[in-house]
């Protein structure tokens, strides 16, 4: 049986991995988006699309520095097979709750575009650049989330057998 401490630390190692592209994906869009965003005219759907681009990357930013927080790089003492199992289960949960999440921002995007199309609106353009910028992050982190995922299901499907099962 391998050990439960060698587990939880392959375990942490793929959540941060996964907070490595997250956080490197948040300081692309604060770069690049960051250096749209100071040379656009607010007139038009670049400056939007680049200035909610920023809000993302501070947001995942964010998130990826709170994840890299709290990984563990030693095992807990008196770490069980069931602590870890839970624990697998809920990032599990967590991810495939944020690949739902990711389809609802994706949609978001449809809708603000659908909006800016109708004649009465006052600022289209935002709308348009807003709902782009919901496109590429949601797709981003729809792909990123469901590999996340996937990957950990994996993993956790290979320490059922300790389980007895």
Same mark, same amino acid.
């Given at each position: 049986?391998?050990?439960?401490?060698?587990?939880?630390?392959?375990?942490?190692?793929?959540? *941060?991995?996964?907070? @490595?592209? &997250? !956080?490197? +994906?948040?300081? %692309?869009? #604060?770069?690049?988006?960051g250096?749209m965003?100071?040379?656009?005219?607010?007139?038009?759907?670049p400056y939007?699309?680049?200035?909610?681009?920023?809000?993302? *990357?501070?947001?995942? @930013?964010? &998130? !990826?520095? +709170?994840?890299? %927080?709290h #990984?563990h790089?030693?095992?807990p003492?008196?770490?069980?097979?069931?602590?870890?199992?839970q624990?697998?289960?809920?990032?599990?949960?967590?991810f495939?709750f944020?690949?739902?999440?990711?389809?609802?921002?994706?949609?978001?995007?449809f809708? #603000?575009?659908a909006?800016?199309?109708?004649?009465?609106?006052?600022?289209?353009?935002?709308?348009r650049?807003?709902?782009?910028s919901?496109?590429?992050q949601?797709?981003?982190?729809?792909?990123?989330?469901?590999?996340?995922?996937g990957?950990?299901?994996w993993?956790?499907?290979?320490?059922?057998?300790?389980?007895?099962?």
């Open positions: 049986m391998p050990d439960i401490a060698s587990l939880l630390l392959a375990s942490e190692l793929l959540i *941060g991995r996964g907070l @490595a592209v &997250l !956080a490197a +994906w948040a300081l %692309l869009n #604060l770069v690049v988006s250096y965003v100071a040379n656009a005219d607010r007139r038009h759907e939007h699309f680049h200035s909610m681009n920023v809000g993302w *990357g501070l947001v995942n @930013a964010g &998130l !990826a520095c +709170w994840g890299i %927080l #990984l790089f030693t095992a003492v008196g770490l069980r097979l069931a602590d870890l199992l624990s697998q289960l809920v990032n599990e949960n967590l495939i944020n690949t739902g999440l990711d389809a609802a921002y994706i949609m978001t995007g809708y #603000l575009q909006l800016a199309r109708q004649p009465e609106q006052a600022h289209p353009t935002r709308l650049g807003f709902g782009r919901l496109w590429l949601g797709g981003f982190l729809l792909v990123f989330d469901a590999v996340m995922w990957l950990l299901h993993q956790g499907q290979a320490w059922l057998p300790l389980m007895g099962t």
